[in-house]
């Protein structure tokens, strides 16, 4: 299976920050990464597919980038609703594997 | 919007079978534009994905799991279905059903807010 490495795993910042997490591939996986964000008692939600294509209705401020192993989310200017766990997922090889997950709490 | 509802015991023995109900709104589980999905989340841990199935029948497997997966559709109340068998300690986790639409099957649209299986006796 493909591994999906997340970092950091913890990431505190300010509201108004810049933020941004790093998902890392143990193999090529082209552009075939979602991110999703998600939150203690609620449904996962995605935000970012093919690697860097918004899901409709996700704020513009939510960004991806990357192809080949290394990804990051980027986050422009941190709002208070953003305070969440953020996972990728590679979609190239089945199964489909996940990385462990960041979480950005207030500093 | 696809609206997703998980449901099942919240406690099984170790060697019993993990039985849970996706109940679906605002689509169709016999529709051809929809997969169905279950993911799991151990404690502390990352995403698991378990497998899919689409309103045909097909179905694929983690093949981590696949000797003790089946997944089933219930188009008359509306819901799809996971049985896992043998459990261990191992499988404690909380168990999202989500859906993709068939043109991007591997994106999970829509999620279920999960449901906590603990093993233990």
């Known amino acids: 299976d493909i591994q999906m490495t997340q970092s950091p795993s913890t990431l505190s910042a300010s509201v108004g920050d810049r933020v941004t997490i790093t998902c890392r591939a143990s193999q090529s996986i082209s552009s075939w990464l979602a991110w999703y964000q998600q939150k203690p008692g609620k449904a996962p939600k995605l935000l970012i597919y093919k690697a860097s294509s918004l899901e409709s209705g996700v704020p513009s401020r939510f960004s991806g980038s990357g192809s080949g192993t290394e990804f990051t989310l980027s986050i422009s200017s941190l709002q208070p609703d953003d305070f969440a766990t953020y996972s990728c997922q590679q979609y190239n090889t089945y199964p489909w594997t996940f990385g462990q997950g960041t979480k950005v709490d207030i500093k | 919007q696809v609206q997703l509802q998980e449901s099942g015991p919240g406690l099984v023995k170790p060697s019993e079978t993990l039985s849970l109900t996706c109940t679906v709104s605002?689509?169709?589980?016999?529709?051809?534009?929809?997969?169905w999905s279950w993911i799991r989340q151990p404690p502390g841990k990352g995403l698991e994905y378990i497998g899919y199935m689409y309103f045909s029948g097909t179905t694929r497997y983690n093949p981590s799991l696949k000797s003790r997966v089946t997944m089933s559709l219930d188009t008359s109340k509306n819901q799809f279905s996971l049985k896992l068998t043998s459990v261990t300690a191992a499988d404690t986790a909380v168990y999202y059903c989500a859906t993709s639409r068939a043109v991007r099957l591997e994106i999970l649209d829509s999620w279920g807010q999960g449901t906590l299986v603990t093993v233990s006796s």
């Open positions: 605002g689509a169709s589980v016999s529709s051809d534009t929809y997969y």
